[in-house]
């Protein structure tokens, strides 16, 4: 049973989103506050905890600062967050906060779930392992030569300039020291890397690391390839790794 903390400061919606996730097969743990929530992950029950839905309007302390401080405690945590309107500025700034998906307030027990699932299902070793495998099967990392398609060392490892991916381990290293990456972030760079110098769409990326194949959001690509770029680029701003190709998408390399 996936357990799931559900940070949301009225009563009555919180009760009812809780009985949803029950009904679908969810433990829920629940906070009225952000210093609750942040002081539940850090005992016992939040050793369980796989997934959080985050409110960005709480009282006290707001939804951006708990979102940053649980990023700053844990990388693999998915963080869904709530926002009440479909306001621009909010969503951006909680997804550079850390949250990996966003919706928005009313939201039905569809979505929501939708939403769970999609993001539990991204938080999945397994799943991380075969992402992007199948992308330019002629071309997937380890194999080419130069510098555009990486150094291949052996099996799934594959070296790009000081920057080793080894996807069978779903580990990340930058000049031998291990970058932390949320699942999202993680899973975003072995979709690009899998086919070095290919360009890959904004709706590319949704469909096949959100899922989201009907909501064509590309504030999500844009804000984790942002927060990728902060922690694998020598410089995020000049990107040698995940570049941006204009009205297209993005692609990994050429270094």
């Given at each position: 049973m996936p357990q799931v903390l559900l940070i949301e400061d009225d009563t009555s919606v919180r009760d009812g989103m809780e009985l949803v996730l029950r009904r679908h097969g969810y433990g829920v743990e629940t906070a009225?506050?952000?210093?609750?929530a942040l002081a539940l992950l850090a005992g016992e029950r939040g050793a369980a905890v796989e997934l959080a839905v985050l409110d960005l309007m709480l009282p006290g302390m707001d939804g951006f600062e708990v979102c940053r401080r649980i990023r700053a405690r844990?990388?693999?945590l998915p963080i869904i967050m709530l926002t009440a309107r479909g306001d621009d500025e909010?969503?951006?700034?909680?997804?550079?906060?850390?949250?990996?998906?966003?919706?928005?307030?009313?939201?039905?027990?569809?979505?929501?779930?939708?939403?769970?699932?999609?993001a539990l299902r991204r938080a999945e070793p397994a799943a991380g392992a075969g992402v992007g495998v199948g992308v330019g099967a002629s071309g997937s990392a380890g194999t080419g030569t130069g510098a555009v398609a990486g150094r291949p060392?052996?099996?799934?490892?594959?070296?790009?300039?000081?920057?080793?991916?080894?996807?069978?381990g779903l580990t990340v290293t930058k000049h031998g020291t291990p970058?932390?990456?949320?699942?999202?972030?993680?899973?975003?760079?072995?979709e690009l890397s899998a086919a070095p110098g290919r360009v890959l769409t904004r709706e590319h990326l949704l469909a096949s690391v959100w899922d989201h194949t009907f909501l064509g959001d590309s504030r999500l690509v844009d804000a984790a390839v942002g927060r990728l770029r902060a922690k694998i680029e020598d410089v995020p701003a000049r990107p040698r790794y995940v570049q941006t190709v204009r009205g297209f998408g993005y692609r990994f390399g050429p270094l």
């Open positions: 009225a506050t952000g210093e609750e844990t990388a693999t909010d969503i951006v700034t909680g997804l550079e906060a850390g949250a990996d998906d966003y919706v928005v307030k009313p939201v039905t027990a569809p979505v929501l779930e939708a939403r769970i699932r999609a060392d052996h099996g799934d490892r594959s070296e790009h300039g000081g920057l080793v991916i080894d996807r069978a970058v932390a990456l949320p699942p999202t972030e993680l899973r975003v760079l072995l």
